[in-house]
């Protein structure tokens, strides 16, 4: 049987990789409050953990049993996007914020069940300049040449910026990706013209997600750190569209050394468009997952209905920049108890 994670032996061999991880905390929070960002912890409980269609989350239940209230089901957050945005329109400027989040099922060598976002969103920055804060500072807390499963990424190299339709033409064969937006049968004939034949079962986003998986995430992020930019809008339920092309939505991905480190938007400040997006993503959790999943946060679309400024935001996979920075190979590594 093998030693828990507490042991002394199996703690010894974490703890390089541990003290790099509170040595990148440190410049982090240095990095973050030079530029003027306010460091803000959000609640963990939440009656809508995320967005994100495929992110299962865990449930749990608020039973009143000291002063007032009723009982409701609540949730562990998947992240603190729609907390932190609404403090954005309460007006606290830049922030910033080091989010202990949950995923339910998720465990591999870059998946843990519990694991910390490292969240920043500053009024009035464009899509393009988020891009430019997050290489700088991947550059300030993270050593020159990255490795991870034998894939080296030398920072110091200019990121690439590379649209989600080109990459799909790079990698998939010339596929038009947005020329298929949300049509399965036109989807199913690009791949197939491509000589990527599709399943019969498989939908419009089934297939995407798969292409994407399969074809493109494995030929990026190596040689120098890829931000994948400008989603198909139905798969990206919080970035706003991007005026040049409306299948387009503002939001970027951004990989290293083969490892996918971050997810961000333009954020979408129109209330009735985002309640939209909520109820289309919570008919597709349902067609894919049988379960209802939560409702809509009312109180997220009263924000957006108060006025959120524009802005832009990213989740970092904090743990998996540790990874990085240390040359850790496994996210247990970098965790001073896992909960697997």
């Not at 989350?57 to 007032?68: C, K, L, N, S, Y």
């Not at 120098?224 to 930019?229: G, K």
């Not at 970027?252 to 400040?269: M, P, Q, R, S």
């Amino acid at each position: 049987m093998a030693k828990p994670h507490w042991h002394p032996e199996r703690l010894a061999a974490r703890l390089p990789f541990l003290d790099r991880r509170a040595a990148l905390t440190a410049a982090t929070r240095a990095f973050f409050t030079g530029r003027g960002y306010r460091e803000v912890e959000t609640p963990c409980l939440a009656t809508a953990p995320g967005a994100e269609v495929h992110i299962r989350a865990f449930e749990t239940r608020f039973e009143p049993h000291i002063g007032v209230g009723e009982g409701r089901a609540l949730w562990l957050r998947t992240s603190p996007e729609l907390a932190i945005k609404k403090l954005l329109a309460g007006g606290c400027g830049p922030v910033f914020e080091f989010a202990r989040v949950w995923r339910n099922g998720e465990v591999s060598a870059r998946h843990a069940p519990e694991f910390t976002m490292l969240e920043w969103y500053r009024p009035g920055l464009s899509f393009d300049a988020l891009m430019d804060e997050t290489e700088a500072y991947i550059r300030a807390v993270c050593p020159q040449v990255v490795e991870h499963g034998g894939v080296r990424t030398d920072l110091a190299l200019p990121f690439e910026r590379l649209t989600m339709q080109d990459a799909f033409a790079r990698h998939c064969n010339g596929l038009d990706l947005l020329g298929t937006e949300g049509d399965t049968a036109r989807l199913h004939a690009a791949a197939a013209r491509a000589g990527l034949p599709p399943r019969a079962d498989e939908s419009w986003e089934d297939l995407f997600f798969r292409l994407l998986l399969e074809r493109v995430e494995p030929a990026i992020g190596r040689d120098r750190a890829t931000f994948l930019t400008h989603w198909p809008a139905p798969q990206a339920a919080l970035a706003r569209r991007d005026p040049a092309d409306p299948r387009a939505a503002l939001r970027f991905e951004l990989f290293a050394a083969g490892i996918e480190l971050a997810n961000a938007f333009d954020e979408l400040t129109d209330p009735a468009e985002q309640r939209l997006r909520f109820e289309e993503a919570n008919a597709e959790r349902r067609r894919t997952t049988g379960a209802h999943g939560w409702d809509v946060d009312e109180d997220f679309l009263d924000a957006l209905e108060a006025g959120l400024p524009p802005t832009a935001g990213i989740a970092l996979g904090f743990d998996r920049l540790a990874m990085l920075a240390a040359g850790a190979p496994r996210i247990e590594d970098v965790l001073w108890l896992p909960v697997t």
